[in-house]
């Protein structure tokens, strides 16, 4: 049984939306969560982006951050956070019913990007009268929100904080994101129109995920051999079993095909003359967050970022858990923030100089 999520608000956009693809929605609905009391002058907005699976509720998925006596603290900001188009979450994804023919939309979703995302958020903004952004934050596909949403509107957003993301996805990350596809593609039910879809196949591409999500270290500390007797199932075999079931619960693979696109699309460079001149564009004062640990998305990916953003702070964090520490690492992140946010305020860049000697000795950051 798929779980619905329950919807907080829900905007409608009752026009045709148009894709960068060249496909249209013919209307869209995005589910959003609304926390805190916005200030007249929306100098205490903050717009979470959230990732790939999952949803508006930021509380919930984000709660070392996120909730009342944290660093995003409702009592004191408005903050904001929208589930994506093509997820499952309450937007507009392929289990609604296309006005056009009155049935779900299922296999003929269209294909969407990044900057779709990004555009439909535009709207929402625009409806709730949100003139600036003062933060918007986001990791890995929330992360790629944030970075093209601040090149494509340079003036909105004041600061910028990207966490285990990048300006391109890397032909590894569509790798594995293709990998995952075709563990859908080859469950025999993938081919009905309904609901359950291709479910089986999802939890097969959820297990490869999470071998990305996480990597060797995380799983010999967290999965170590337990001395099973021969024939009997390894915790590491039970782990990717369980977390395959776990996705199943809460999610459809119609979203995890279309989404693994969108993430597939990130591009900031697409008809801008590449990431570097694309990403010279922010205004935003940016902190650039990175795993150490990130099997998926390197923090060679981060330090590319942090180099092309101007005046862009890098802060390398040390996890255990790889890719997913941006979910896990509350605590290291609210410290590294608290930490930049001191030094936005003195306006110096501790990395600045670090870039340049970098950049004179022709070193990269492993
Ligand atoms: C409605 C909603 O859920 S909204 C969306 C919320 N989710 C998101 O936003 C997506 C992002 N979140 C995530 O990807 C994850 O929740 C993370 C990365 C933050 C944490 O991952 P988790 O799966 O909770 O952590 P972890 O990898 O430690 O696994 C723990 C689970 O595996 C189970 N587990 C651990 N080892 C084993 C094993 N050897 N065999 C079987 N099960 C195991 C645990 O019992 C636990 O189960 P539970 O989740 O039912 O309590
Ligand atoms: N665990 C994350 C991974 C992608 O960043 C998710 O499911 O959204």
Known sequence: MLI??????????NKAFKLEAGGILPEIELAYQAL?????????????????TGSQDVEDWWQGLVGRGKLFDPDKQFIICVNVLGSHYGSTGPLSINPETGEPYYHTFP???????????????????????????????????????????????????????????SPWGIAFNESQRMAIEVDPTW??????????????????????????????VTQARNDEPLGKVHRATSYQRYQGEKLAQRFNAYSYYVLSQVMDSQDVGRGRGGAIQALSQIKAKTL???????????INEQAFLAKHIPGATFQALDSLYGHDGFLIESQLITKAIKLWQKFVKLDVNPMYDFFKKLEKKNLAIH
Not at 4 to 13: A, D, G, I, M, S
Not at 197 to 208: D, F, L, N, P, S
Not at 288 to 298: E, T, Y
């Open 191 to 220: 081919k009905e129109s309904n609901p359950q879809a291709g479910i089986e196949g999802m939890k097969a591409a959820r297990a490869t995920a999470l071998i990305s999500y996480r990597n060797y270290e995380t799983y010999g």
């Open 36 to 52: 805190g009391k916005m200030n007249e002058d929306c100098s205490n907005v903050v717009w979470v982006c959230h990732a790939f």
């Open 111 to 169: 294909f969407i990007t990044i900057r779709d995302i990004v555009n439909s958020f535009d709207l929402l903004r625009e409806h709730l009268g949100i003139k600036r952004i003062r933060t918007c934050i986001g990791g890995s596909l929330g992360g790629q929100q944030s970075v093209e949403w601040a090149i494509s509107q340079p003036d909105l957003i004041e600061n910028l904080i990207l966490i285990a993301t990048n300006a391109q996805h």
């Open 288 to 298: 650039v967050m990175g795993i150490k640990s990130d099997a998926l998305f390197p």
């Open 4 to 13: 619905f999520y329950p919807l907080n608000n829900l905007f409608k956009y």
